[in-house]
């Protein structure tokens, strides 16, 4: 007798948001994530500029990419240079996203999008949120030193979809929400970022050197 063999998919993560600018608290997370999860391949993908956010000051995508770029370079010299990929696309919605990249990689591939808890907060704010998950699994993580807030629509939707063993990742493409409850892997906020860059205060703490040096020669986040 022959038995079925379980497919073991490979695991692509999207790591999307405004990345202005990109922090330690995002390459926390990710530092995290990876020694979590056995990815192939992890796609950052900045924001034009968010509809539902209101922000201050936000610089163009060319130097937020840039950015990324400077952050990740030396990020871990055990990672192979092409594990990570910077993706822009200016007009695509969440959904036209994933949709680009089932189109491009199938089905056959499990698909993480990772967000922190404050997107998962407001995500029925977003356009078709509710196919999200036809797309692709989430992995949530907490922000702030704050617990889970979230809505009875939200809270349904997740209980609906939750997962706790995250090794399932391996074996469904899509459909579930992972919310990592451990430990805050973001206690930094880009916002706060570019206050203190506004008041004239300390904030090199908070980014790699490369991008403290990147924001000063480029003059950015400056109120006009």
């Known amino acids: ?10 695991v692509f993560g999207i790591f999307g948001g405004t990345f202005n600018p990109i922090h330690y ?17 992890i796609i950052f993908l900045p924001n034009y500029k968010p509809w539902y956010r209101c922000i201050n000051i936000i610089e163009n995508i060319e130097h937020r990419i840039k950015m990324i770029q400077l952050g990740i370079k030396n990020f871990n010299p055990y990672v192979d240079k092409n ?18 990249y089932r189109k491009k990689y ?28 036809n797309f692709c699994h989430l992995f949530v993580f907490p922000r702030y030193k704050k617990k889970y807030d979230f809505n009875q629509e939200i809270k349904c939707w ?17 459909g579930k929400i992972y919310l990592y409850d451990k430990k805050t892997l973001c206690n930094i906020s880009s916002t706060e970022i570019r206050n203190l860059k506004i008041q004239n205060q ?3 703490y908070k980014i790699p050197y490369s991008i403290f040096c990147y924001i000063r020669k480029n003059e950015l986040f400056i109120k006009k």
């Open 1 to 10: 007798m022959i038995k079925n063999k379980i497919k073991v998919f490979d």
């Open 25 to 41: 608290g995002h390459l926390n997370i990710i530092n995290k994530v990876i020694k979590m999860i056995r990815f192939k391949q």
């Open 83 to 100: 594990f990570f990929k910077i993706v822009f696309h200016k007009h695509y919605s969440i959904i036209e996203t994933l949709f680009f």
């Open 106 to 133: 199938g089905f056959n591939q499990s698909l993480i999008f990772i967000l922190g808890s404050d997107s998962l907060e407001s995500i029925n704010k977003w356009i078709e949120w509710e196919c999200i998950l």
């Open 158 to 174: 997740i209980k609906k979809n939750q997962i706790f063993d995250i090794n399932i990742f391996y074996f469904l493409p899509f």
């Open 202 to 204: 300390n904030y090199y």
